[in-house]
């Protein structure tokens, strides 16, 4: 097992460095970041070479990128270039954009998961109820929806509901502009008033667009083992409905949504650009935007190295947890 | 209700229980209803089980045979139908909830499924669902029924039952599988056991072991067996009675000698000529004309009809019963079975020339003994690996 | 039965025009059973009706509507009233004209999406599987690879890049860089399902017999494999149209979309985002399209799912 893990992430160097390249490669397509500054007003030949020697974009391609990935193995992940912005260290902006994006899914994946389960176990065993076509009715409405139209339309609603409290004399209470900068003040009743105020609507978009998924994917893996032959057997046997649903069905079905879930929550780390950016989160899916409509190389390449870290080592967690949930799968 | 209830060949168990039934079927039977119309898949089936009888029910798939099994368990979908009578010990079954089955299955009639790759739980090992099972119905601890466990899998005869017991059913060959799927059916000492095909996914040599295996326990426990297969050579060498079943319903029944040796319906016939027999060496095995009914739009009258090389008019258009024929405890579904007591050799009534481009082999051989049977397998593999070599 | 080995040694040929026959007569059956099961399906019978209409509104609508999406100026943010059904834009331009060409161009996207998609996923799944080996693991690395990459790069590469722009029509028509764009980065769960049934499927006994009778690989994986995972590849082609509506929507509304003077739905609703209080239907039209378009191939999806596959309906006899 730990030699499988430790072989596993070695084959993913390879994978990073590759990716890097191309990653490095593209944002070196997207153009110039300097380009703009240059038109911006007339500068002298003196100014744009000593700009060019500062970002070291006077130096070719493939060195840019060798130097790069020397002081990126050597924990500097270089800074920002673009002329004034130029000079943030790209470590520690990411590292913020982190813990924000963090502090947002967590809640949300753990919600969108237990209720998606929940309602695809249930939509399972009471097949063609009225409660199975409720769900998957509301699931087929999220999957069809536009996130950013969801979250544009909740946050109109938060601007009403704000505007309709403060008409009856409260408080606005929806905070669409993203956690306050310098954290949660005053009494603890206050600080979760704002806490849930910030946290309501982004989470909601969040969970919708996942609910549907985990909703849809175990109510369609509880279906075929509540089928199956081993269930009907446990059935044979005089075990009870609930037993063979959840010490048969449920346990054989949780093999598929784990390791769903986890390429899923792998994959969110990469921040959620659309929610971000419209309850104006500064999250990494922010931040990547940014970068890219900036033309930041090494903003781009941090992200891409983290984010990249965490698909495959989340990757590794979901082949280890299908080990673990199916003895027939061996990890050697 | 039943105007023909068999009671042929009365076994006493080796306890000595005679007369006493365990299980008594009297017309069921078991509609689907579909997008497509409704699947008739069981009409008008009755039979009784003693105390260490054994009844085998043949016939190919599609018959009604597993339906019938699963709903003596109680297992078939909500939606299906279902009418007529099952009685366990005088205890009606049919119209009983989930949990008002529950101590029924697995403690008084217990199932083998027919198969054991699937059937299995993949996620646990053998002694915990064999410990399962006898939770399921004895009050005690897991220490004890773990002991249970490993004494079934020793009962059936698992080598090594301790430790196999801990071991994942991957871990397990086929044959041991069904083994344990055995001992599964009998940790609980059922009255009735019922084993839906249960040597039709194993090898020739594994399905006698595990055919003696069950008549092993049905001696020990005086469980009365249903076999339900579609091998006559199953039936032939370890049941007391047969059932043979066509289109959802039984059509001949009688002891396993009367049935082999007596036909009186000519599906039997048909079914009986399809068996390879030594016997027949040098003759072709002559397989039924046409494909079984669809159980959605039976044919008119006998469902064997459209298949049948002696129906008459009336057989297309009257569905007959299940009535005894001019032996006595021989009972057949046929309006023909007076005259196909007639007939001397009534397997050459599906005789046909269809199938098959080389002739029976075995006649080649007996004719002509100088005939080269086999290349030599050096030269074809040589041959193989060059037509394999440009392509790959 | 045309590409059997070497002419030495056959077996006594099997009478393969009969064989085909009852093959495509099996077929053409099977289709009719599954086109018979589908029509049953309520929500995707009505879900392709409405799939249908939104065809012929997309590519039939401008030429039959008394506005062209280029007339402005008919009087700015009118709301929806017998002349102007769906209102006017900021341009007072007409909201069915401008919608009937947002359709049509969200539907050419997500058409060329979901074909891109499949050939890509189908073929490089298809290898991976049957191939396995050096082949298997590079395709693998390579379907990590590109989900590794951070999801909008090539996109801003492809709408930034001077070169590619000019490239694709130096008026800055992008809308099919757009659609080639999606598609490149849609084709890995398709590629993923397809490999791990071709695995499967490519141990089972008739490829085995196939292989037997001297078929080649490309016959063995075109004709034996792959016909058998056809209902998986119908369905999520049909899947990635709607995913491919909503991931267009979402890449217009942080501005590497289809740009000016290309439009689609998403775009419309991304320009019509602040209006959403005091113009309302200025978004909720092409907003009420997305989801029309999206929610009707999902369930097409899910009927030919259900038709392809109605195992939790049947029962065994």
Redesign the interface.
Known sequence: MFRYIIRRLLISIPLLIVASFLCFGLTNAMGDPLGEWKLQKPRTPAEISLAYERTGYNKPFLERYVNWAGDFVTGDWGESVVPGNAGKPVKEDLLKSFVVTLRLIIGAEIIALALGMAVGVIGAVRQYSIFDYTATGIAFAMFSMPLFCVALVLKAGGIQLNNWLESIGGDRWIITAGPPGDGFKGSFGHQLFQYSGAYILPTICLIVIQFALYSRFQRASMLETLN??????????????GRAIF??AF??AL?PIITVSSLNIGASFGGAVITETVFGWSGMGKFLVEAITKLEPYQVLGFMMVTAVFIIVFNLIADIMYAF????IRLD | MSGYDVTVAQRSGPDGRTGEKLLRVENLSVD?P???GT?H?VRDVSFTLGPGEVLGVVGES?S?K??SSMAI?G?L?K??VIGGSIKFKERELVGLT??QM??????GV??I?Q?PM??????YTVGW?LA??YK??HDVSKKAAWAKAVESLELVGIPQPDRRAAQ?P?EFSGGMRQRV?IA?AVI?DPDVIIADEPTTALDVTVQAQILDTLLRIRDETSAGIVIITHDLGVVAGMVDRVQVMYGGTVVEQGTVDEVFEAQRMPYTVGLIGSIPNPQMLGKRLTPIKGAPPS?MNLPPGCSFSPRCPIAVDECRTVEPLLLETDRHGHFARCHRSAHLATIPNPQRLFAHDEIG??ENPAALTTANPGIPVA?DLAAVER?LH??ESP?? | MTEI??P??QP?A?PSAEVSQFDSSATRKQWQVIL??FL?HRAAVIGFGIFVVLVLFAFLGGALWKYDFTQLSLGRYKPPSGDHPFGTDRLGGDMVAQTIRGTQFSLQIALIVALMATVIGVVLGALAGYLRGWVDTVISRFTDLVLVLPPFIIAAVLVRNSFVVSVAGGGGSNWLIVAIYLGLISWMPIARVIRGMVLSLREKEFVEAAHAL?A??PRIVFRHILPNAVDVIIVNATLTVAQAVLLEAALSFIGLGVQSPDTSLGLMISQNKNELTLHPWLFFIPFTFIVLISLSVNFIGDGLRDAFDPRQ?????
Not at chain 2, 118 to 123: A, D, E, R
Not at chain 3, 313 to 317: E, L, M, T, W
């Open positions: 199956s032959d081993y269930v009907r057997t446990a059935q044979a046997k005089g075990v009870s409905q010490k048969h346990r054989n093999i949930l199916d003895p027939r | 689907f579909t997008d497509d699947v898949a599609g009604g597993s339906v368990m297992l979908p939606t299906a989930y949990k529950q101590p029924v299955r697995g403690n217990a199932m499924f198969d699937t059937s299995l739980n993949p996620v669902q399962e099972a399921a119905h994942y991957h799927m599964m609980n159980l481009v080389v290349e041959r060059q037509e392509t790959s | 080995g070497s030495v040694a006594p099997p018979r099961r049953r001297g080649s690989t309906k049947r029962v065994k006899a």
